[in-house]
C-alpha cells in the first residue's frame, strides 16, 4: 500500500519533486488552502511536512487521527519547531522531525553580514548617502576586525563554521561550548574555554545555541556588566537568548557599542523597543533566506518524510524514547546509519530474524550502545512488521520473538574514525553490512557480506550475487533494460572465495522493481542470487 505524504505549508519545487517521483508515495501539496480547510484533509497522511505557519497543536492532531491512526511523523522544513507540540505529539506517538543543517550556511553569512555591518556601520552610512543624500565620510569612522577577539558562545554547525571565518579575518577567537570535544575547537586554531567570563571579555559576542533552559536569558545585566565598554553583541539564533529588556539598556547606556539581531522573543518584531534605537542592526529573522537554502531545506525535508515513511529510519527526530536531542550530532548520524544499515540487511535476507549482533567501532560511541540496539531492532524489524514497530516496543517485540541482539564495542576502526558493522542471522543465511559517516551527517556503505562497497543507500535497489565471470554486467544491464528501468548507479564489489571468483553489483534504478524483473536477473545463469531493497 502506498505511504501518504501531505505538505502543509509551502516548499521549494524540487523537495515537491523528490516526493513526487517516488513510486511507492502519494503526495498531496496542500500549501494553498485555508488552514480551516487544510484540516479537513490529514486523515489520510502517513507523513506531514509543515513549514512555521502550521500550528501542530491538539486541534490539528485531532483533525488527523479523526477517521484513522495513520500518521506516524511530521517533519518541520527547517530548524525551529516553536510551532510544533512536541509533548503532545509523543503522547500520540507522532516522531517530529527537523532540517538542522540544510541552512547552516547562509545563517553563517548572515552572522558574518551583521558582524561587518556593526564594525563598519554600513547600513547607517549607505541610508544617509542615499535617502539624505549627504557625503560625510567624517560620520563614518569605524573598527577592524584583525586582532579583535570575537567570543563564539555555541560551538555546533554554525559557531564552529562563524569561528572559522572569523580566523579568516585574524581575529582571535574563543569558543565557549560544554557539550563538545575541546579538539573540535583547538584542531581549527580556535581556542576553547569552560569559563563564560572568558567569552564576556570579548571584543565581540555572537551566540549560535538553540534555545532551552540553559541558554534562555544566557546574557542578562549582570553578564552585560562584565563585558567590555562598547562591546557588540550578535544574535541571528533564536529570541531570547539575550534578554530584550536587559539588552536594550545596556545599548542605551553605550555599554555596548552595536548589537545584530535577526531574532527576536516576539515575531513579527515590528513593534519591539529595540527598534527605537540608534545603534543597532536588525533582519526580520532571514537566517535561512537564501535561495540555495531554502532549497536544500525542501530537498532534506522530503527525504526525511520518504524515510518515515517507509520506516527506514527519521533523522533527525526530536521526540525519541532514546532521547536523541540530547546527544551529539555526530552520535545520531551513527545512530541512523545502524538503523539503515540493519533494514537494509533484514530485505536483503530470507527467513525470520533469530539474531541481530550490532560491533560498534569508535571509542566515542560507547557509552551510547543501548540506544544503537534499539535503532538497529527497529530497522531490523520493520520490513517484517512495518508500523507495529518502534522506538519503544522493539526491544520487547524482538525478545518476544526470540531474536537474540547484542551490542559489541570495539575501539579499532581501522582507517575509519568510527565504523559500524551489523549482522543478521536466519535459519537459512547470514548477511552482514558496514557503514560510515562522512562530514558529520553523510551515510555511506562500505561493505556487504564482505564486498568492498562504497555507496549512499536510498531508493530502489537490486542486489546481484554473481560468478565473476565475463558478461554478466552486460546481461544483468540488458535484462533490466528491457523491463524500461533506468539504472542511476551502478556499484560493484568482487572477492575470491575457496579458489572461485565472485561479485556482488548493487544497482540504484529510477523505479520501482517488479517480481518479474527480479525473476528475469534470477534466469542469468551466472546470477547466484537476487533480491531488491528499497531505502
Not at 81 to 94: A, K, M, P, R, T
Not at 182 to 196: E, H, R, V
Not at 347 to 369: C, F, M, P, R, T
Not at 486 to 511: C, M, P, Q, W, Y
Request: overall charge negative; charged content about 25%.
Amino acid at each position: 500500500m502506498k505511504k501518504h505524504i501531505i505538505v502543509c505549508d509551502h516548499i521549494h519545487d524540487e523537495g515537491l519533486r523528490i516526493l513526487n517521483t517516488q513510486d511507492d508515495i502519494i503526495m498531496e501539496n496542500l500549501a494553498h488552502l485555508p488552514k480551516e480547510e487544510l484540516l479537513g484533509h490529514l486523515y489520510k497522511a502517513d507523513v506531514l511536512i509543515t513549514r512555521s505557519s502550521t500550528a501542530i497543536n491538539q486541534k490539528l492532531l485531532e483533525s488527523t487521527f479523526k477517521d484513522s491512526k495513520k500518521l506516524k511523523a511530521i517533519v518541520r522544513a527547517g530548524v525551529g519547531v516553536d510551532n510544533v507540540d512536541i509533548d503532545l505529539c509523543s503522547y500520540h506517538g507522532v516522531v517530529v522531525m527537523n532540517v538542522p543543517t540544510a541552512n547552516t550556511i547562509a545563517a553563517v553569512e548572515l552572522t558574518m553580514t551583521h558582524l561587518l555591518s556593526a564594525i563598519r556601520r554600513f547600513p547607517s552610512a549607505h541610508a544617509q548617502l542615499q535617502s539624505e543624500r549627504k557625503w560625510k565620510r567624517e560620520d563614518w569612522y569605524g573598527i577592524e576586525l584583525k586582532d579583535k577577539k570575537l567570543g563564539v558562545i555555541g560551538f555546533g554547525n554554525i559557531g564552529s563554521r562563524v569561528g572559522i571565518r572569523a580566523k579568516a579575518f585574524d581575529m582571535q577567537v574563543i569558543a565557549y561550548d560544554p557539550y563538545i570535544n575541546p579538539s573540535k575547537a583547538l584542531d581549527l586554531g580556535i581556542d576553547y574555554t569552560t569559563n563564560f567570563d572568558d567569552i564576556l571579555a570579548c571584543d565581540i559576542i555572537t551566540i549560535h545555541t538553540p534555545k532551552n533552559k540553559q541558554t534562555t536569558n544566557i546574557i542578562t545585566n549582570k553578564e552585560i556588566a562584565k563585558m567590555k565598554d562598547g562591546v557588540i553583541l550578535i544574535n541571528c539564533a533564536r529570541g531570547g537568548l539575550y534578554n530584550e529588556n536587559d539588552l536594550y539598556d545596556g545599548l542605551k547606556s553605550r555599554k555596548i557599542a552595536w548589537a545584530g539581531l535577526d531574532v527576536f522573543d516576539t515575531e513579527p518584531a515590528t513593534n519591539n523597543k529595540l527598534l527605537d534605537l540608534d545603534n543597532i542592526y536588525v533582519t526580520p529573522h532571514i537566517g535561512a533566506n537564501t535561495l540555495e537554502s531554502q532549497e536544500k531545506i525542501a530537498i532534506e525535508a522530503a527525504h526525511a518524510a520518504i524515510s518515515a515513511a517507509r520506516g527506514s529510519a527519521f533523522p533527525n527526530a526530536l521526540n525519541l524514547p532514546t532521547k536523541t536531542q540530547d546527544m551529539p550530532d555526530f552520535i545520531i548520524a551513527y545512530l541512523e546509519l545502524t538503523q539503515k544499515l540493519a533494514y537494509f540487511a533484514a530485505q536483503a535476507i530470507d527467513g525470520a530474524i533469530s539474531a541481530l549482533h550490532i560491533y560498534v567501532n569508535g571509542q566515542e560511541l560507547e557509552k551510547y550502545q543501548d540506544a544503537f540496539l534499539t535503532f538497529g531492532l527497529v530497522g531490523a524489524l520493520k520490513p517484517s512488521l512495518d508500523d507495529k514497530i518502534n522506538y519503544v516496543n522493539a526491544p520487547f517485540v524482538a525478545k518476544d520473538r526470540g531474536v537474540q541482539s547484542s551490542v559489541e564495542i570495539k575501539h579499532n576502526a581501522g582507517p575509519y574514525k568510527n565504523l559500524i558493522k551489523i549482522t543478521l542471522n536466519t535459519e537459512q543465511e547470514s548477511m552482514s553490512v558496514s557503514g560510515t559517516i562522512y562530514d558529520g551527517h553523510i551515510i555511506r556503505f562500505n561493505n556487504i557480506n564482505g564486498f568492498g562497497m562504497d555507496l549512499e543507500p536510498k531508493g530502489n535497489m537490486i542486489l546481484v550475487r554473481n560468478t565473476d565471470v565475463p558478461g554478466v554486467i552486460g546481461s544483468v544491464g540488458h535484462t533490466i533494460a528491457k523491463h524500461k528501468v533506468n539504472i542511476a548507479d551502478f556499484r560493484l564489489g568482487r572477492k575470491t572465495e575457496l579458489h572461485e571468483k565472485s561479485a556482488l553489483a548493487l544497482i540504484l534504478v529510477d523505479s520501482a522493481v517488479s517480481a518479474q524483473l527480479l525473476d528475469d536477473l534470477r534466469a542469468i545463469p551466472e546470477c547466484v542470487s537476487v533480491r531488491s531493497v528499497l531505502m
